[in-house]
């Protein structure tokens, strides 16, 4: 009826106005995540010298993919089929593609018999324009959570081959066999908003990859002190409310799927900050800010794969597991394990994404309840173990899926950084190492005497990880007061 009248080349019969409207705020809130969220929130966590670099690599995949995307991504992960786990490359950049009414073809679900349709299509009641750019943001938040575990040494040449080559030889795999239409998502795998296509993948991609990079130099990572932590909790505060798009846009609609997405999303996270803090308290005896960041992170990784899924309770359960098993992962067992102690994972990435996804993709087919399943899945009778019947065979089901994503992310990453070893460095030169965005970049962050900037006696006192040259010329008035 509110279109009676109305219909018009540039509203068609099939568009739902609020449907479009929130789809597009979803998108932006993700974008809003990336840029300037994690450009932020890595620009102030890391040492001062590595502050623009870690910010750069941000920005600059965030840019990459959105052109690799819409040029041939797009339509390798929600295109038409290829292979069980791989959809046809493409371009998304034609009018008469993108104003036609978004549908994701591979997604027609059959009944066993394989010609019965239990689950028609995907058509969301907006144009594929609005489709790729929300898919898009996705992508681009995935590439800049695994660039957290090698900030601070990685080749940023190197960043720029790696960031196309993972993005079209790994994620778009992750994101047809789960949500495009692939086995996966046929098979009823639960990954309601990327638990696995985003954080498990990026967790384990940035793990591997910090191994191929290798180590920061020797005082980098014995100490590395973040350069502005209230600039860091403004860069996780637009993580944190920018989830609202990232969970509640990916029922395709503004619904009440949506809304109780966007609900079990905060309490989820409070739940699991809070636990963290506690954990913190109780065995270090101090309430860590960078702790409480993390415990945020590990909340919202965790209720992702279930967000729609399940009830309130079980989000506060999620949340209590999310706040203390990637705790004691990265508190605990980074320390005493060798493997976490050999490879260095700059921001902890494998904790606060792989654990925390897979966690959640596993308590998701615990919890995952009937009627919201039948709201978004495309497998009707779908539930989680606690609901009965087939309920375990889900638990099972949600562990294939992570293997799986484990296996490729492992196998693929590894393949691409020897590849772009055998053409250039994958880490910096040590001179570079040792002063930081000055060598890099020729920019430092702050104008302000700090590590890695270069020494000129007649301004400032030596202040540096470059401790070779004497304190002869002592700062003065100004300098000397910061």
Not at 184 to 190: K, R
Not at 274 to 294: C, R
Not at 396 to 413: D, E
């Amino acid at each position: 009826m509110a279109y009676a009248g109305n219909v018009s080349a540039s509203v068609p019969i099939w568009l739902n106005k609020g449907d479009n409207a929130w789809q597009m705020i979803s998108a932006t809130l993700v974008g809003l995540q990336s840029v300037p969220g994690l450009v932020i929130l890595y620009g102030s966590i890391v040492k001062k010298k590595w502050a623009v670099n870690s910010a750069f690599m941000a920005l600059y995949a965030f840019a990459a993919v959105v052109i690799c995307w819409v040029s041939w991504a797009y339509k390798m992960s929600f295109g038409h089929r290829l292979l069980p786990f791989w959809g046809k490359a493409g371009p998304a950049l034609g009018q008469k593609f993108l104003i036609s009414q978004s549908v994701l073809p591979a997604s027609v679900h059959h009944f066993a018999d394989g010609v019965t349709v239990e689950t028609p299509a995907i058509e969301p009641y907006y144009p594929a324009a609005t489709m790729v750019w929300f898919q898009c943001v996705f992508a681009a938040i995935t590439l800049i959570i695994l660039a957290g575990s090698v900030l601070g040494r990685m080749n940023f040449k190197a960043w720029m081959m790696f960031v196309p080559l993972w993005l079209t030889f790994s994620y778009t795999v992750g994101a047809f066999s789960l949500w495009g239409g692939g086995f996966l998502f046929h098979w009823g795998v639960m990954d309601y908003s990327g638990g696995y296509v985003i954080h498990l993948s990026s967790g384990i991609a940035g793990f591997t990859a910090a191994y191929w990079v290798g180590p920061r130099a020797k005082k980098d990572r014995e100490r590395f002190p973040p350069n502005n932590v209230l600039l860091m909790l403004a860069g996780a505060g637009l993580l944190w409310m920018g989830w609202a798009g990232f969970n509640g846009g990916d029922p395709y609609a503004a619904n009440t799927d949506s809304s109780m997405a966007v609900l079990n999303t905060n309490i989820c996270a409070a739940t699991s900050l809070l636990v963290w803090t506690w954990l913190d308290v109780i065995f270090f005896n101090k309430p860590s800010v960078i702790g409480a960041v993390q415990g945020m992170i590990t909340g919202l990784v965790c209720i992702t794969p279930g967000a729609g899924l399940v009830q309130g309770w079980a989000a506060i359960l999620m949340g209590v597991m999310s706040g203390s098993v990637p705790w004691f992962t990265m508190m605990i067992l980074d320390k005493r394990w060798k493997l976490f102690t050999k490879i260095d994972d700059t921001l902890g990435v494998f904790h606060t994404h792989a654990v925390a996804g897979l966690l959640g993709g596993l308590l998701t087919g615990l919890f995952a309840e009937p009627q919201l399943c039948a709201l978004f899945l495309p497998v009707t009778n779908s539930r989680g173990g606690v609901y009965g019947g087939s309920g375990g065979v889900q638990i099972l089901k949600q562990l294939v899926g992570g293997l799986f994503i484990i296996v490729w992310n492992l196998v693929m990453t590894s393949i691409i950084c020897i590849a772009i070893k055998t053409l250039l460095p994958l880490r910096m030169p040590e001179d570079h190492l040792l002063i930081g965005d000055d060598a890099v970049h020729g920019e430092e962050a702050y104008a302000l005497w700090g590590d890695g900037e270069k020494y000129d006696f007649t301004r400032h006192e030596i202040y540096s990880d470059d401790t070779s040259q004497p304190r002869h010329y002592p700062s003065s008035g100004a300098t000397q007061v910061v």
